[in-house]
């Protein structure tokens, strides 16, 4: 077995891992990232950057890589409910001296491996892939003292660090371990997430994430350039039930929706082509124990709604280093420091699954169960289609979020 130590260990290398990792690093710190995974390729993981995002990649020197990637910009969101388009949030009119007034789409991959690079450059970082945490190693006190993982042989190790932080998604292993368990909220739908080539350059939704809700059913799509992401949304629990019908039903139906030809909607050949994403929210009531601290997706899971999930992730991130950055390079993390990551990232958490869980309830539960179509339009609804302002303040609202966090200085850089 190898055993080895680090000052800080991270437990996953999503979105809220890697950023932690290269802002730990550039602070000077030891910091070790244990990924699952071989590498970042993965399909349907959240692709949006968000304005505060990109903000914060210029921030960091990191803004002209990024511009680099192969992106589409997204800048506006619109649904139609039965005969009337509502536009959701407009990202050009974003009030404030906001450089990026648009949403990125760029493939999860190329930003984590964006990340993974600048960490690299850092001599205090390192990056172990196909390495699982298995479980947590505890002193006599009871404090997390470090991780047991198997790598992809499935040869175990031990690695001590004076913090463990847990970024390893919902269903976290390293919180579980630790008794720290997410409260749920019910949600009333899964996701099937399907790709479908572009119809062509003036298609209606190009530049756009378009959105219809109603007829029992919701679907999203989102302008990916060759190809539109799209999200068809379900009841909990019956996608089983849905597989046993013939695929056309469904192609049918997405080229109803958003009038797409056979040269689009043929690409879904089989079930096969239609990914199941079961979609949960939920929150830890107490982020850390003595030893470990839980952020992003571990510490609570974000329902797809608004794409805000990797963001948010990154945010606590940010949060995280510019707290535990000073106490680690001293050699102890106290509960009471990590309870101020927890306090200063739970109301940006909150409001945005508050807002999420009144999108589930006023719009996709009423939508997938028919009776959203004999209702008045909703009050928001009605203002945001009256008013521009709005449509951009509800942007900024979901562009930048609650309480948008800056790089810290000791992570700033000016040259790309
Ligand atoms: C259907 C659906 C669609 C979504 N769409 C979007 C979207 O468009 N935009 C958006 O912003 N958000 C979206 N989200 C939410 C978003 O995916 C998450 O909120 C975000 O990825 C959280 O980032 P994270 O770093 O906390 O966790 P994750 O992205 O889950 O990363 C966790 C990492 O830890 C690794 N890992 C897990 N277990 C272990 C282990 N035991 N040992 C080592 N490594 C481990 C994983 O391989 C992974 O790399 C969506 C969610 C769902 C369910």
């Given at each position: 077995?190898?055993?080895?130590?680090?000052?800080?260990?991270?437990?996953?290398?999503?979105?809220?891992?890697?950023?932690?990792?290269?802002?730990?690093?550039?602070?000077?710190?030891?910091?070790?990232?244990?990924?699952?995974?071989?590498?970042?390729?993965?399909?349907?993981?959240g692709d949006t950057v968000h304005p505060s995002t990109l903000r914060l990649l210029d921030e960091l020197g990191l803004g002209a890589r990024f511009e680099k990637l192969p992106?589409?910009?997204?800048?506006?969101?619109?649904?139609?409910?039965?005969?009337?388009?509502?536009?959701?949030?407009?990202?050009?009119?974003?009030?404030?001296?906001?450089?990026?007034?648009?949403?990125?789409?760029?493939?999860?991959?190329?930003?984590?491996?964006?990340?993974?690079?600048?960490?690299?450059?850092?001599?205090?970082?390192?990056?172990?892939?196909?390495?699982?945490?298995?479980?947590l190693l505890t002193d006599s006190a009871g404090r997390v003292t470090g991780v047991r993982s198997t790598d992809a042989q499935g040869a175990p190790g031990e690695l001590s660090?004076?913090?463990?932080?847990?970024?390893?998604?919902?269903?976290?292993?390293?919180?579980?371990?630790?008794?720290?368990?997410?409260?749920?909220?019910?949600?009333?739908?899964?996701?099937?997430?399907?790709?479908?080539?572009?119809?062509?350059?003036?298609?209606?939704?190009?530049?756009?994430?378009?959105?219809?809700?109603?007829?029992?059913?919701?679907?999203?799509?989102?302008?990916?350039?060759?190809?539109?992401?799209?999200?068809?949304?379900?009841?909990?629990?019956?996608?089983?039930?849905?597989?046993?019908?013939?695929?056309?039903?469904?192609?049918?139906?997405?080229?109803?929706?958003?009038?797409?030809?056979?040269?689009?909607?043929?690409?879904?050949?089989?079930?096969?082509?239609?990914?199941?994403?079961?979609?949960?929210?939920?929150?830890?009531?107490?982020?850390?124990?003595?030893?470990?601290?839980?952020?992003?997706?571990?510490?609570?899971?974000?329902?797809?709604?608004?794409?805000?999930?990797?963001?948010?992730?990154?945010?606590?991130?940010?949060?995280?280093?510019?707290?535990?950055?000073?106490?680690?390079?001293?050699?102890?993390?106290?509960?009471?420091?990590?309870?101020?990551?927890?306090?200063?990232?739970?109301?940006?958490?909150?409001?945005?699954?508050?807002?999420?869980?009144?999108?589930?309830?006023?719009?996709?539960?009423?939508?997938?169960?028919?009776?959203?179509?004999?209702?008045?339009?909703?009050?928001?609804?009605?203002?945001?289609?009256?008013?521009?302002?709005?449509?951009?303040?509800?942007?900024?609202?979901?562009?930048?979020?609650?309480?948008?966090?800056?790089?810290?200085?000791?992570?700033?850089?000016?040259?790309?």
């Amino acid at each position: 077995m190898t055993q080895e130590r680090t000052t800080c260990c991270i437990v996953g290398g999503g979105p809220a891992g890697m950023m932690l990792g290269l802002l730990l690093a550039r602070a000077g710190v030891r910091v070790t990232v244990l990924e699952k995974h071989r590498d970042f390729l993965r399909d349907f993981r959240g692709d949006t950057v968000h304005p505060s995002t990109l903000r914060l990649l210029d921030e960091l020197g990191l803004g002209a890589r990024f511009e680099k990637l192969p992106a589409r910009r997204l800048d506006e969101m619109r649904i139609r409910i039965g005969a009337t388009t509502v536009t959701m949030a407009d990202f050009g009119r974003m009030p404030g001296r906001i450089r990026h007034k648009y949403i990125a789409m760029v493939p999860q991959w190329d930003f984590l491996n964006l990340l993974a690079e600048a960490a690299a450059d850092e001599p205090t970082f390192t990056l172990r892939r196909s390495t699982a945490v298995t479980g947590l190693l505890t002193d006599s006190a009871g404090r997390v003292t470090g991780v047991r993982s198997t790598d992809a042989q499935g040869a175990p190790g031990e690695l001590s660090a004076d913090l463990v932080v847990a970024c390893d998604g919902r269903g976290s292993v390293a919180a579980a371990a630790a008794g720290l368990r997410q409260r749920n909220f019910p949600v009333p739908m899964d996701v099937w997430q399907i790709r479908v080539p572009a119809p062509g350059p003036d298609a209606a939704h190009s530049g756009r994430v378009f959105g219809h809700f109603g007829s029992g059913q919701v679907a999203v799509t989102m302008d990916r350039g060759d190809y539109y992401q799209t999200s068809y949304l379900i009841e909990k629990g019956t996608d089983a039930a849905h597989r046993r019908h013939d695929i056309r039903e469904l192609r049918d139906r997405l080229a109803q929706l958003f009038g797409w030809g056979p040269e689009s909607t043929d690409a879904i050949r089989s079930w096969d082509d239609v990914k199941m994403l079961d979609v949960t929210m939920g929150r830890l009531p107490r982020w850390y124990t003595d030893g470990l601290l839980c952020i992003g997706d571990a510490a609570h899971t974000m329902s797809p709604v608004g794409g805000v999930g990797v963001n948010l992730a990154v945010q606590d991130a940010v949060a995280a280093a510019r707290i535990i950055a000073g106490p680690l390079r001293r050699g102890r993390v106290t509960e009471a420091e990590l309870a101020r990551v927890q306090k200063r990232r739970e109301l940006p958490m909150a409001v945005t699954q508050k807002s999420q869980l009144a999108e589930h309830d006023m719009l996709i539960g009423p939508a997938l169960d028919g009776t959203l179509d004999h209702r008045p339009l909703p009050l928001p609804l009605r203002a945001l289609r009256r008013s521009r302002l709005l449509q951009g303040v509800a942007a900024y609202v979901g562009g930048m979020g609650v309480r948008p966090e800056h790089a810290p200085e000791f992570a700033r850089r000016t040259v790309s």
